[in-house]
T-cell receptor, first 116, second 111 residues
Framework: DTEVTQTPKHLVMGMTNKKSLKCEQHMGHRAMYWYKQKAKKPPELMFVYSYEKLSINESVPSRFSPECPNSSLLNLHLHALQPEDSALYLC???????????????FGEGSRLTVL | GENVEQHPSTLSVQEGDSAVIKCTYSDSASNYFPWYKQELGKRPQLIIDIRSNVGEKKDQRIAVTLNKTAKHFSLHITETQPEDSAVYFCAASGAARQLTFGSGTQLTVLP
């Protein structure tokens, strides 16, 4: 299995809603990522879980909170979002060799989020 | 941290011509340089990558060159086809082992 699976593919939510995006991989990768991407812009790194340790992009607002239940699953909890948070949210994983990240990212298909 | 600059932002070529996209990076410790192609509404797809111990890599019509001294790398697409039209992103993996992306190039291949 060489896929990173994201659900849902599309999500529409109001500013007072609480929702979650889910990501799963079964490639044995020990690093998983959330990226945010606006149209025709590069992906922006939000969070990294590497060997169960979380690294945060300091510019990401607290209305986004990641959760890593185990090394195969990565969730992104959404609460009180703003319309400007509408974007494509990409999950990715990367392989390590001898404990060192190879850097090669495997992207999921993304979750297209619209905040009304 | 790493900074990656990509040029041009838009590129139009006639079908059958070559296309070249260039990127520069700032972190001399960077050692992994992938290129991603992203079609409208789809995820980025890795099309080719190169590591710092190699100067050039080819895969059919696509090639990447790396100049570590000058800290720049380039994507070359030969015999372009309409299906090559997409946004292309370069990236570099620096000391933090996290990818930093360039700003992207919208390639249009005109029939």
């Amino acid at each position: 299995d060489t896929e990173v699976t994201q659900t849902p593919k599309h999500l529409v939510m109001g500013m007072t809603n609480k929702k979650s995006l889910k990501c799963e991989q079964h490639m044995g990768h020990r690093a998983m990522y959330w990226y945010k991407q606006k149209a025709k812009k590069p992906p922006e790194l939000m969070f990294v879980y590497s060997y169960e340790k979380l690294s945060i992009n300091e510019s990401v607002p607290s209305r986004f909170s990641p959760e890593c239940p185990n090394s195969s699953l990565l969730n992104l909890h959404l609460h009180a979002l703003q319309p400007e948070d509408s974007a494509l949210y990409l999950c990715a994983s990367s392989q390590q060799l001898a404990g060192v990240d190879t850097g090669e990212l495997f992207f999921g298909e993304g979750s297209r989020l619209t905040v009304l | 941290g790493e900074n990656v600059e990509q040029h041009p932002s838009t590129l139009s070529v006639q079908e059958g011509d070559s296309a070249v996209i260039k990127c520069t990076y700032s972190d001399s410790a960077s050692n992994y340089f992938p290129w991603y192609k992203q079609e409208l509404g789809k995820r980025p797809q890795l099309i080719i990558d190169i590591r710092s111990n190699v100067g050039e890599k080819k895969d059919q019509r696509i090639a990447v060159t790396l100049n570590k001294t000058a800290k720049h790398f380039s994507l070359h697409i030969t015999e372009t086809q309409p299906e090559d039209s997409a946004v292309y992103f370069c990236a570099a993996s620096g000391a933090a082992r996290q990818l930093t992306f360039g700003s992207g190039t919208q390639l249009t291949v005109l029939p």
